[in-house]
């Protein structure tokens, strides 16, 4: 069991381009849970898998974002057309099912110039 | 909508000083209540949990009990040192959304920092 892990850890980008982050969970954890934190704040939910299905997105998240899981396995974020707003930390978490606790990524580092 | 707020920081103290970081919270029905620490350079770990009234949570020497009444889970620890120095965030599972559907995403405060000196 090696945690979970997120690529890349730092992403600088210019503005309207679009960028990918992956996500792989735990081995054998069925709830994968995207993130978002902004400096000086505590993370916000951006959206949840419950195997290969996204249960749930927040508002937060815009026709801009996307997220997948193909498999029930890894998951990508993406973000099309980037805004210097979504500069933030975008931070991943794992747990076996929905009553656990929830284990997280180191995260990505976003930059939008 | 669930929400959780957290006493403002930073929060500086001298090394086995007794440390208390407030922490109350906004939710329906009977959320589950943790708090998160995040070291420097390192990510979110979970503390310590609790999931019903009155259960106390604790770990390494830190324990937070879950106060209905008061809609309270305050951190505490009676002697800091200087390697619990970290960013500190309160947070909730709560059990919004139609059927259910929001079981197990997580609330956060804005988070407390901690800075101990020698």
Not at chain 1, 67 to 88: C, N, V, Y
Not at chain 2, 28 to 34: V, W
Not at chain 2, 53 to 82: I, M, P, W
Request: charged content about 20%; overall charge neutral.
């Amino acid at each position: 069991d090696t945690g979970v892990s997120q690529d890349p850890r730092h992403k600088i980008t210019k503005r309207g381009q679009n960028v990918t982050f992956r996500c792989d969970p735990i081995s054998e954890h069925n709830r994968l849970y995207w993130y978002r934190q902004t400096l000086g704040q505590g993370p916000e939910f951006l959206t949840y898998f419950q195997n290969e299905a996204q249960l749930e997105k927040s508002r937060l998240l815009s026709d801009r974002f996307s997220a997948e899981r193909p498999k029930g396995s890894f998951s990508t974020l993406e973000i099309q057309r980037t805004e210097q707003g979504d500069s933030a930390m975008y931070l991943c978490a794992s747990s076996p099912n929905w009553a656990d606790t929830q284990y997280f990524g180191p995260g990505t580092r976003l930059t939008v110039l | 909508g669930d929400s959780v707020t957290q006493m403002e920081g930073p929060v500086t103290l001298s090394e086995e000083a007794f440390l208390t970081i407030n922490c109350t919270y906004t939710a329906t029905g009977y959320p589950s209540l943790f708090w998160y620490v995040q070291y420097p350079g390192e990510g979110l770990q979970l503390l310590l949990k609790a999931t019903k009234a009155d259960d106390k949570g604790s770990n390494k020497g830190f324990e937070a009990t879950y106060r209905k009444e008061t809609t309270s889970f305050h951190l505490e620890k009676g002697s800091v040192q200087v390697s619990d120095s970290a960013v500190y965030f309160c947070a909730l599972s709560g059990l919004g959304g139609a059927g259910g559907t929001s079981y197990g995403k997580l609330t956060f405060g804005q988070g407390t920092i901690l800075t101990v000196h020698p």
